[in-house]
């Protein structure tokens, strides 16, 4: 066995070498989709214990502000009838913030969470009881405007990686290679945007269908049903180039190629491409998420939770430190927004 593996996570990494070995290497978007999928259903990779640490977790902060954005884009956009929905909603955490703040606001929206992991609805169930729960966005209300928050969500979806050969553009493909796994240049591939088909030999190019995919839904049922998104993610504004594919285990880098299923497998989310994606919605950003959430007033916020709980102030100054600062996540992460045609437009992103 690889040292750290887990039997079930041996187990995995032996099943899809043996995958391999039967029907012949598969593309990154495979191994990153079947990974995480394995990955998510058996832990709760958040918090000390866990592998990462997300901005709800860090602070009440966080989830806090993000309601109070959503409440005041529904009280401008005159009170319509609204439900919450999440993308990938971990523990709850944020949800539970967001809608004890919107609730504050005079908002009580029906909830609707989309979450594959069964460890992590059990999760959720424990702190919003009266949740539904959905695989995908395709099967959300259809007759509500929606107000859908997604944290750290598409960076967890599966990235195909193109990498440029010396006779063109080919498709990255996974090969074992021992107890390890290995991308290797595979058939040409198509798709590579204009502006980098000349890039130097050994380029990569990463592009997500299933983003793509997501981003399209959420656009065109914001376009039909009213509503606004934020999604905040770590990633660029442009596309560009570059390998981002990455592990993390018990909050440091780890081996991508090595206990898939066991590290948490992520990809720099390319916000140029989602925005495109998102048409016919209204696109804002992305702005950094330390700008966006001084502009919210996370100073004052931090400053009345201080005054509430002096034995605490120093840890609140931390976490507002942690969540902002350029240099921890400030800059890093960033956050787009999406409206319906004729929604206002979004504080903080002016
Ligand atoms: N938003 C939370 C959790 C981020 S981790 C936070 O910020 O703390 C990623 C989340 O997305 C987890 O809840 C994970 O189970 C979920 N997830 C990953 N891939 C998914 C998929 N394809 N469909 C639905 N949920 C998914």
């Not at 009213?226 to 570059?242: F, Q």
């Not at 916020?301 to 605490?312: D, K, V």
């Amino acid at each position: 066995m690889i040292a750290g593996a887990t039997l079930e996570g041996q187990e995995f990494a032996d099943r899809l070498h043996r995958t391999i070995a039967a029907g012949g290497p598969i593309p990154v978007s495979a191994y990153m989709g079947q990974a995480n999928a394995h990955y998510y259903a058996h832990r709760d990779p958040l918090g000390v214990a866990g592998d990462i640490t997300t901005a709800p977790e860090i602070s009440q902060m966080y989830g806090e502000l993000v309601g109070l954005w959503l409440a005041d884009l529904w009280h401008r956009a005159g009170r319509t009838d609204v439900c919450y929905v999440e993308l990938g909603p971990g523990r709850g955490t944020l949800a539970a913030d967001a809608l004890r703040a919107m609730a504050g606001a005079g908002l009580r929206p029906v909830v609707h969470l989309v979450e594959t992991s069964p460890a992590l609805r059990d999760a959720q169930r424990a702190r919003l009881a009266n949740a539904h729960w959905h695989d995908d966005p395709s099967t959300l209300p259809d007759d509500l405007a929606l107000l859908i928050v997604a944290n750290e969500f598409f960076d967890a979806l599966p990235v195909r990686q193109l990498v440029r050969a010396p006779d063109g553009w080919r498709e990255r493909l996974v090969i074992s290679d021992g107890e390890r796994f290995r991308p290797v240049p595979g058939p040409r591939a198509a798709g590579v945007p204009t502006h980098l088909a000349d890039a130097p030999e050994g380029s990569v190019i990463e592009t997500s269908p299933a983003s793509a995919s997501v981003a399209a839904e959420l656009g065109r049922r914001l376009a039909a049903q009213g509503g606004a998104a934020l999604i905040v993610d770590y990633g660029h504004p442009r596309t560009g180039i570059g390998d981002t594919l990455q592990a993390v285990s018990r909050h440091a880098f780890a081996d991508p190629w090595l206990r898939p299923g066991e590290v948490d497998l992520t990809a720099h989310v390319d916000f140029e491409a989602l925005a495109a994606a998102a048409a016919p919605a209204q696109v804002w950003g992305p702005v950094e998420q330390g700008r966006l959430l001084e502009a919210l007033g996370v100073a004052a916020r931090a400053a009345a939770l201080a005054r509430a709980q002096p034995a605490r102030a120093d840890e609140i100054e931390g976490a507002r430190h942690r969540l902002t600062a350029p240099g921890q996540m400030g800059r890093l992460f960033k956050a787009l927004a999406l409206t319906a045609p004729g929604w206002p437009e979004p504080a903080g992103f002016a």
